[in-house]
């Protein structure tokens, strides 16, 4: 009855937890364990049960399952999340049959859960259901509900297990050596760990965000380097550099912060990584700053650590440091890039890298070094980010990935984390903004208190992955978020009114090249052309136009203007269009400015 043919080991792990009833099936990333919650889905829709319940991380990860699923059972099945108003909620719980959720969203909203008599649950990545973890809260207060429980992971930590068997259900291990698996498994896996900052420490954030803001030249260079040094490495490498250098100690005094912030902010999350994979051979942790690397062994003591970088190589000799390093009793190593550099480093099979690198070449150059090629198959290794949220570490992560992809680096990090990452970064701070209320790009600055060049820069990004979208109007360029261009027409529509009879050439720009422009003098004669080339190739990266506009004087004024946001739906190419078809509506002066832009 599905859209698609599952293999039999997916077939074997959902008929399986269907006849346990309560069950955990444990598959590698990559063997497909979406697939497996729509087939044991569509047999419990057999069995009678009427509404169906499925837990998903992350906003990204609810709308790509639900679409994975309305195609592959051929019915409608809903996304719920927290961008919905509660009475938006409420409306989608009660006529859904099948919903998608976040496990904040379904415990924010337990008390309708509980009323619309949900009688099965599928919880995705279900490794979280432990603590005080949201997951392990919802299931908690819901799980009695349910005939069928399924919950899905890749690894369910030892010390884990019986809580989450308490909460869903039996564990049972499908193994990467499964000749039937193998070819589906990757040799490396890529995982990111955030480490939120706390109260304290974000108020330290925001203090050097408004001293970058409010400097020029060298000082805001500095300002800078104090932001990543804080958010990549943890307070101790700021406090160290603050320590030595002059300028720095002028422009802002720590000394208030060094007792009531943490040193490492990380660490928790590089101690949860380590429990995570509990029973790894050898971990190497991947850090910049010499102090850090020190505080992190001395924090890790039982695990017997072996310190690799400059300094320990001027003080021992490099052929025993790196005996210790391959001794099968340490279990940690913690290398620095100088320690790295023509050094054969003992491969680990989990690798965590804890500083971020701002230049994406040394990404490329660091991840050729330790994701060698393994000769022989065996169990896949781990490479781990930890990363800050909601600052300019996630920018550095992201931009280091995207760009090895592109040059055809296999980083291990799959499309829907690199997406879910996105959501985290500064940039995400913008499209909030820009989802509320469209505006030019001087005014978010203004609100996120940093330099306009900043914010242009990570504009320009967001228009490349059609997160953006701009149109031209008496305040220059106004931005507004992709999933709210409806507000650029209730709030500047006349500029959207499309009413403009004169000739608009159009060049679409597709795969690096301009296509043969489209012309025509009206609205609806370009739109529909230019329709079919969208169709054609899917998106258009870019449009230069150019329109022959009537001035006052009766004369006509050549405006070229660039929409250059990623077009990938024909709302985006109505929202370019009519607003080339408005321009008009400006005043000369400004329609001078929409020139040069």
Avoid at 179 to 196: H, N, Q, S
Avoid at 362 to 391: C, M, N, S, W
Avoid at 447 to 461: C, E, W
Avoid at 507 to 529: D, I
């Amino acid at each position: 009855m599905l859209g698609i043919e599952p293999r039999d080991y997916q077939v074997e792990a959902a008929r399986w937890a269907l006849k346990q009833r309560h069950a955990v099936v444990c598959l590698p990333t990559g063997s497909g364990k979406t697939v497996v919650a729509a087939v044991w889905i569509e047999h419990v829709l057999r069995e009678g049960v009427s509404k169906i319940l499925v837990l998903a991380p992350t906003r990204i990860l609810v709308e790509q399952i639900a679409r994975f699923l309305t195609k592959v059972l051929g019915i409608e099945v809903v996304a719920i999340h927290g961008l919905y108003p509660k009475h938006r909620r409420v409306e989608l719980w009660r006529r859904a049959r099948i919903v998608v959720t976040t496990p904040e969203t379904a415990l924010s909203d337990v008390d309708t859960v509980v009323e619309q008599g949900f009688g099965a649950i599928v919880v995705d990545e279900c490794h979280h259901t432990t603590g005080m973890d949201a997951y392990a809260k919802f299931m908690r207060a819901t799980k009695d509900l349910y005939r069928y429980r399924l919950g899905l992971s890749a690894f369910v930590p030892p010390s884990r297990r019986k809580e989450i068997e308490e909460l869903i259900g039996t564990v049972r291990v499908w193994s990467w050596s499964d000749p039937r698996i193998a070819k589906y498994v990757p040799t490396w896996i890529g995982e990111v760990y955030e480490a939120e900052l706390l109260d304290r420490e974000r108020e330290l954030l925001k203090r050097l965000e408004e001293l970058h803001a409010s400097l020029e030249g060298r000082e805001r260079g500095l300002a800078r380097l104090a932001m990543r040094w804080f958010v990549r490495d943890g307070f101790l490498a700021l406090w160290e550099s603050w320590e030595r250098s002059e300028k720095l100690r002028k422009l802002i005094d720590l000394s208030p912060y060094r007792s009531t912030v943490r040193e490492l902010h990380k660490l928790d999350a590089l101690m949860r990584v380590l429990r995570d994979h509990e029973g790894f051979s050898k971990a190497i942790v991947f850090v910049d700053r010499v102090v850090v690397a020190y505080r992190i062994a001395e924090s890790l003591k039982a695990l017997n650590p072996v310190v690799i970088c400059g300094k320990a190589r001027a003080s021992h000799d490099v052929r025993k440091l790196l005996e210790m390093a391959r001794d099968p009793n340490t279990k940690l190593i913690v290398s620095t890039s100088a320690g790295e550099e023509g050094l054969d480093l003992p491969e680990g099979d989990l690798l965590v890298v804890w500083s971020n690198v701002a230049s994406p070449l040394r990404f490329i150059q660091r991840h050729g070094r330790i994701l060698r090629a393994t000769e022989k198959r065996g169990p896949p290794k781990f490479v781990t980010y930890i990363v800050t949220p909601d600052t300019i570490d996630m920018d550095s992560l992201i931009d280091g990935i995207e760009l090895a992809k592109k040059v055809g680096i296999d980083v291990p990090v799959s499309e829907e984390v690199l997406e879910s990452l996105w959501r985290r970064s500064s940039r995400a701070r913008i499209l909030q903004i820009l989802e509320e209320s469209p505006m030019p790009l001087e005014w978010v600055a203004e609100i996120l208190g940093v330099s306009t060049d900043v914010v242009r820069n990570d504009a320009r990004k967001l228009c490349s992955r059609g997160d953006l979208v701009y149109i031209y109007t008496h305040l220059g360029k106004v931005y507004a978020s992709s999933e709210a261009i409806h507000r650029l027409y209730e709030e500047f529509g006349e500029y959207l009114q499309a009413d403009g009879a004169y000739e608009v050439k159009v060049k679409p720009f597709v795969g690096g090249r301009y296509l043969r422009a489209v012309s025509g003098n009206s609205f609806h004669e370009v739109f529909e052309k230019l329709r079919k080339v969208l169709a054609r190739h899917g998106s258009i990266e870019k449009l230069h136009v150019s329109a022959s506009v009537p001035l006052p004087t009766g004369a006509l004024k050549l405006v070229n203007l660039v929409f250059s946001y990623l077009i990938d739906d024909e709302k985006k190419l109505e929202l370019a269009l009519r607003n080339a078809f408005s321009i008009h509506r400006l005043e000369p002066s400004e329609v001078e400015e929409a020139d040069r832009s």
